[in-house]
Antibody, heavy 116, light 111 residues
Framework: QAQLVESGGGLVKPGGSLRLSCAASGFTFSDHYMSWVRQAPGKGLEWLSFISGRGDSVYYADAVKGRFTISRDNAQNSLFLQMNSLRGEDTAVYYC?????????WGQGTQVAVSS | IVMTQSPDSLAVSLGERVTINCKSSQSVLYSSDNKNYLAWYQQKPGQPPKVLIYWASTRESGVPARFSGTGSGTDFTLTISSLQAEDVAVYYCQQYISTRTFGQGTKVEIK
């Protein structure tokens, strides 16, 4: 059964860094683009970034370009999001999602809180 | 591409029809394959989103037939033909012709 499990969230001070991970299982990870999407408390979904199956193409939303870096390790079936220079407005649940025709598989999310 | 949904919320009686609109700032119809790169998602409280419809009108496997999607170019609609209690959720449209963008969401409640 295909599954995504995020980890690495937590409480961090403004200006700090955090690295999120997403462990994939039950499907051929390297065949798929993968995305990170976040949802601030009580707000809607915001797409952040995606990466090609081989990891050679990456795209970012303007809100995180230059601060966040997406990467993947296909040997470990893992997706990552390195988040630097964190701000209060980065407080959210962060989801990883598999890209098929649409975002067809989602993890349960990991909570990130940015506060002093 | 900016996606704008309307309304932001609505309350409908059980068994009644629900209509949610989504407008994109640019066409999401790709001329090479004549497909609309538009998906609809359902998100229930405390859960991740779940895809309902892709290519604007194709239901994901397992999605009840009461959910349908229509539209082309820049204007799209998600319809729930007969609202059930388990359909209470927030619904999002998403374009995927150019990276990804979500609409702001429409909250559906029972009247």
């Amino acid at each position: 059964q295909a599954q995504l499990v995020e980890s690495g969230g937590g409480l961090v001070k403004p200006g700090g860094s955090l690295r999120l991970s997403c462990a994939a299982s039950g499907f051929t990870f390297s065949d798929h683009y993968m995305s990170w999407v976040r949802q601030a408390p009580g707000k809607g979904l915001e797409w952040l970034s995606f990466i090609s199956g081989r990891g050679d193409s990456v795209y970012y939303a303007d809100a995180v370009k230059g601060r966040f870096t997406i990467s993947r390790d296909n040997a470990q079936n893992s997706l990552f999001l390195q988040m630097n220079s964190l701000r209060g407005e980065d407080t959210a649940v962060y989801y990883c999602a598999r890209e098929g025709i649409s975002s067809d598989l989602w993890g349960q999310g990991t909570q990130v809180a940015v506060s002093s | 591409i900016v996606m704008t949904q309307s309304p932001d919320s609505l309350a409908v009686s059980l068994g009644e029809r629900v209509t949610i609109n989504c407008k994109s700032s640019q066409s999401v119809l790709y001329s090479s394959d004549n497909k609309n790169y538009l998906a609809w998602y359902q998100q229930k409280p405390g859960q991740p989103p779940k895809v309902l419809i892709y290519w604007a009108s194709t239901r994901e496997s397992g999605v009840p037939a009461r959910f349908s999607g229509t539209g082309s170019g820049t204007d799209f609609t998600l319809t729930i033909s007969s609202l059930q209690a388990e359909d209470v959720a927030v619904y999002y449209c998403q374009q995927y012709i150019s990276t990804r963008t979500f609409g702001q969401g429409t909250k559906v409640e029972i009247k």
